[in-house]
């Protein structure tokens, strides 16, 4: 019987389908209480639908308040809630991720567009790109290419010049998994194969 075959064929369609639908995952770090919980550490995980994002400061530990998220530095007299330059020291956060994912959206905050402000983010194997104030209140930057992040790899957003900023949250979607993509082809090949089948059977049948 041609029906079980092609049934089967069609449930791997489906759950290829699935696998490969992944929905984008924003980790919300400024005012948040799932990073209150844990901050003031200079490394922490964040689990948002079964992605692990590990922060890291360079210098000091990771802070949030109502007001922002970033790095205090170590030396008394920074601003605890910014990513910003103390003393020399250019601060920066590194995130790393427990599977493959990519970089849909960063959003900052108290990024003046006056005062010379500037931040990078690197993404392994990519150019650095530079991050330029757009508004006096909320940036929002949004990526669409050289944006994979591998297990392994990371990504870094760095203060470069200004007062500094924060760095309110990020979205990532996980990328799908090859399997997904080779039960999608088993799936449609099988289809089409006991669909030609039946179109030859029908014109010997004539």
């Known amino acids: 019987m041609t029906w079980l075959p092609i049934t089967l064929a069609t449930a791997l369609i489906i759950i290829a389908s699935g696998s490969g639908a992944h929905a984008a995952t924003m980790f919300q770090l400024l005012g948040s209480a799932a990073v209150e919980a844990v901050d003031e550490a200079s490394s922490f995980p964040l689990t948002q639908d079964g992605i692990t994002a590990t922060l890291t400061a360079n210098v000091g530990v990771l802070n949030t308040t109502s007001s922002g998220f970033g790095v205090n530095h170590p030396l008394v007299g920074d601003p ?20 493959a994912v990519t970089l849909d959206q960063v959003v900052l905050s108290l990024f003046t567009p006056s005062g010379g402000e500037l931040a990078s983010l690197t993404i392994d194997g990519f150019p650095t790109l530079t991050l330029i104030p757009m508004t006096p209140a909320t940036d929002v930057y949004n990526f669409s290419a050289n944006n994979t992040v591998l297990v392994g790899q990371s990504i870094v957003l760095a203060h470069v010049a200004g007062n ?28 089409a194969r006991y669909r030609a089948r039946g179109l030859t059977g029908r014109a010997d049948s004539r």
């Open 80 to 99: 605890t809630d910014n990513i910003d330059a103390f003393f020399g020291d250019h601060e920066s956060v590194t995130l790393t991720f427990n599977q």
């Open 164 to 191: 500094g900023f924060s760095f309110d949250s990020l979205t990532v979607s996980a990328v799908p998994e090859p399997s997904a993509f080779i039960m999608l082809l088993v799936g449609i090949g099988v289809v």
